[in-house]
Structure formats: structure tokens, C-alpha cells
């Protein structure tokens, strides 16, 4: 069987969205003819079962400077500063501007910087005393990629470097024009090695082809897991649930739309106040808290933090909806959240709200998974309708066909292990 080595900073225990495709693809790869080995970090908690796993420690540097400086580690430097992020925060002032100017040289390229050396002795160690016949590196943070070419040209091991984000050209990371100019020189120098770019949906292949012409691009999608979701009839909330799960990027995914329509339909006494439940699984932040007593929604919309995944999937598969927000931006054409293919796992409706994407009204179109508003008409009269279906039955009904398998990991570890089997086929033919 051949090897390969996955080089993922997210990975399980860890919670975040960005450790389910390296665990997927490490799960399903032994099934193609791969055995996996992960480089990660040391997350607290328990990591899976029966996947061999490098865990490495890890340098945070941001809190070591922090603590240095005499700044408080577990807060902001801007909290430090009294300077309160709001939503969409454009650091228009001098002071909120040279934190941000100082954090993107000190993290560059990324928050994760410190991992590197440690990734690099540990990876060393090993690759002295054993074979591997590929490398995976996955991102974000794009130490990864460092870390697996330093391998490549040391090893001369045929390397895949997946994007799951753009590098330099991603619109979530606000960058000064100078760290930009860095950061696609960085991204350039990098990737001019990878044997193979993957990344997570078709327009990002036409992304990449303008940066790193010459290279071999293939899409593989992000996906769910059906063991994730065993095929029980699910207890489902008695009250009009809608759940969102996942990350905000500091109000770019914004629910104000939501909230004002909720509001318009509870004044109007088209919905009951006491039968509607809005919950958030992310961070309790002042935007979000403002936003809810703007409309009048306390007790109706509630934050309940991050919880442990399998709360987050218990949670998804008990809602009557679940929320997918999106950023009404131009700029985030070609993305599609990992969430989405999670929430098709969950086999519940899906209300997709913001923002003109069309890969995710594609899937949902598709799969006849979801329904989604572009604007406040067309979100009423979703949410009445869905909310009549309640009434009338007390549990809405999810009307998903059998296109969804078409993101099943397990699906798509086949034809990731297909482009394994070319490349070192390729390479030792």
C-alpha cells in the first residue's frame, strides 16, 4: 500500500470546519490503496482512532509577544487599546491601523508561523526512518504548504498542495497593498514546486490558472461524512428553530437581514414570538449582541458559544432550518462554506441568506436541499411558508434527492486518491 503524508494544522480533536477534509481524506484513504500519516499539531483532547498521527508542539508567537509587552494574552490588543470591533470594522483610525499594520508583519504569513519548525524537525525525523510516496499539504494557514515544499526539495517526495481559500487572493484576509505584494511573492516562490494544485470549487481553478499558469489544477469539493449522520429518524425541535453553526468573519456573514424580517413578521403577528428560536453557535461579540436588541429579539435569537462537534451535529439534525449566512460582496464569488455540505449531511432544510452565490444556489438547486433569499421579499416569503408547513405539521420536511451523495467524502477520497495513483504513477513510470 502506498503512503502518504497529510500536512494539516487543523485535525481533529480540533473543532474547526477546516480539520474535517484531512480526517475524511485520512479516514478514507486505506479504502484506495493509501495509508495515511498526519503532521499536525498537539490539540487538546482526544484524536482519533486508527489514524497514524504526528502531533507536534506548537510556538504561539502573537500571545508570546503579547505577554512580553505586558499585554493580557487571552485579549485582544485592540480590547487592550479600548478600541471596540464593530461589525464589519474598517480600522479607519490611526491607532486601530498601526495594530493591524504591526500584527500582519510580526504573523506573516500566517498566525501560524510557529508551528513551521517543529512541523519540519518532526516530518525530518520521521522521513529518515521510513518511505512516503506522497505529500498532502492543506490550507489555511498556508504554513502548511511552507512546511511541505521544504519537504519535496529535501526529500524530492511528489507533493499536492489543496487550497481550500484562495492564498493571496482572499478576500476575507484584509492585507495592506505591501503585505498583499509579499504574500503573492511568497505564494508564487511556493507553489512554483507543488507537482499538483487541488482546490474546493470550479471558479477557483480559472483563480489559480492566472497565478501558476503552468500547473496541473483539479477541484475536489468539500463534503460530509455519513457516519456522521446515522440514518435515525431525528428527535426534531417542538419550537420553529433556525440554527446556525459555524463562523461570522467579524459580520461579513451578517444576519441583520434575517432579524429584520423575523421582527417584521412577529409585529405583524404572522409568526408567534414564543414559537420562533434563533440559535448561534459562535462567539458572543458586541455586533452581534447590539444587533439583537436592535430589533427587538432578545430571547428569540441566542448565542450559545462554540460546543463540541458532536453537540454541533446532534444540534443540526434536531432543527426545523438550518442558516447558511453569506457575504453580499463580489469578492467572494468562487467561495462556497464548508458548512453547506455539512448541513446536506444533516439531511434538515436549509435557508441559504445573503449575497449572489451561485455554487451554493447550484447545490441547493440540485439537491433540492434548501431554499434561497437574495432579499427581504423573497426571505418572507420563505420563512412563511416554512413557517405555515410547521403549523400544519409540526416538523418540517427535508426534501433532499439523492444528488447529495455526490459529496460524500467517501466519494470524494476516491478521486483524491485517483490523482495520488497518476502522479506517482507518472512519476515512476
Known amino acids: 500500500m502506498n503512503k502518504v503524508l497529510i500536512v494539516s494544522y487543523h485535525f481533529p480533536p480540533s473543532l474547526t470546519i477546516g480539520a474535517q477534509r484531512p480526517y475524511r481524506l485520512a479516514k478514507y484513504f486505506p479504502q484506495y490503496g493509501w495509508s495515511p500519516v498526519v503532521l499536525t499539531v498537539k490539540h ?111 526529500y524530492k517526495i511528489p507533493w499536492v498542495a489543496d487550497l481550500r481559500d484562495p492564498w493571496s487572493q482572499n478576500p476575507y484576509h484584509d492585507k495592506f497593498p505591501l503585505i498583499k505584494y509579499f504574500d503573492r511573492r511568497l505564494e508564487l516562490k511556493t507553489l512554483a514546486d507543488a507537482d499538483v494544485l487541488v482546490t474546493v470549487t470550479r471558479p477557483w481553478i480559472d483563480t489559480f490558472k492566472m497565478t501558476h499558469k503552468t500547473k496541473k489544477i483539479f477541484y475536489i469539493s468539500n463534503g460530509y461524512d455519513d457516519d456522521d449522520f446515522p440514518m435515525l429518524p431525528s428527535r426534531v425541535d417542538g419550537k420553529f428553530t433556525l440554527t446556525y453553526t459555524g463562523t461570522l468573519h467579524d459580520g461579513k456573514r451578517d444576519p441583520s437581514l434575517l432579524f429584520a424580517v423575523v421582527q417584521q413578521l412577529i409585529n405583524e403577528k404572522k409568526i408567534d414570538r414564543d414559537l420562533i428560536d434563533i440559535s448561534f453557535f459562535v462567539p458572543k461579540t458586541d455586533w452581534l449582541t447590539d444587533d439583537i436588541r436592535k430589533y427587538d429579539l432578545e430571547g428569540v435569537v441566542n448565542i450559545y458559544g462554540f460546543i463540541p462537534r458532536e453537540k454541533v451535529l446532534e444540534r443540526q439534525r434536531e432543527s426545523q432550518i438550518l442558516l447558511l449566512l453569506l457575504w453580499d460582496n463580489k469578492k467572494e464569488e468562487g467561495f462556497c462554506p464548508g458548512k453547506v455540505y455539512e448541513y446536506l449531511g444533516a439531511r434538515r432544510p436549509i435557508l441559504a441568506i445573503g449575497g449572489n452565490n451561485h455554487i451554493v444556489k447550484d447545490i441547493l438547486e440540485t439537491t433540492n436541499a434548501g431554499k434561497y433569499a437574495w432579499n427581504s421579499d423573497t426571505l418572507r416569503n420563505i420563512l412563511l411558508e416554512y413557517y405555515q408547513e410547521f403549523i400544519d405539521s409540526g416538523k418540517l420536511k427535508c426534501n433532499s434527492n439523492d444528488q447529495i451523495e455526490n459529496y460524500s467524502y467517501k466519494l470524494l477520497t476516491k478521486k483524491y486518491s485517483d490523482i495520488l495513483d497518476a502522479l506517482v504513477g507518472g512519476i515512476n513510470s
Open 44 to 154: 487538546p483532547g482526544k484524536p482519533p482512532e486508527h489514524i497514524r498521527i504526528i502531533a507536534t508542539d506548537y510556538k504561539d508567537i502573537l500571545n508570546k509577544i503579547k505577554v512580553k509587552t505586558g499585554f493580557n494574552p487571552d485579549r485582544s490588543v485592540h480590547e487592550q487599546f479600548g478600541i471596540r470591533i464593530t461589525k464589519n470594522f474598517n480600522y479607519s483610525t490611526w491607532k486601530s491601523k498601526a495594530i493591524k499594520l504591526l500584527k500582519q508583519i510580526i504573523l506573516f504569513p500566517d498566525e501560524q508561523k510557529g508551528w513551521y519548525n517543529f512541523a519540519l524537525n518532526e516530518a525530518s525525523e520521521f522521513l529518515i526512518n521510513e518511505s512516503i510516496d506522497a505529500i498532502i499539504s492543506t490550507s489555511y494557514p498556508v504554513t502548511s504548504h511552507l512546511i511541505a515544499r521544504k519537504l519535496k526539495q529535501r
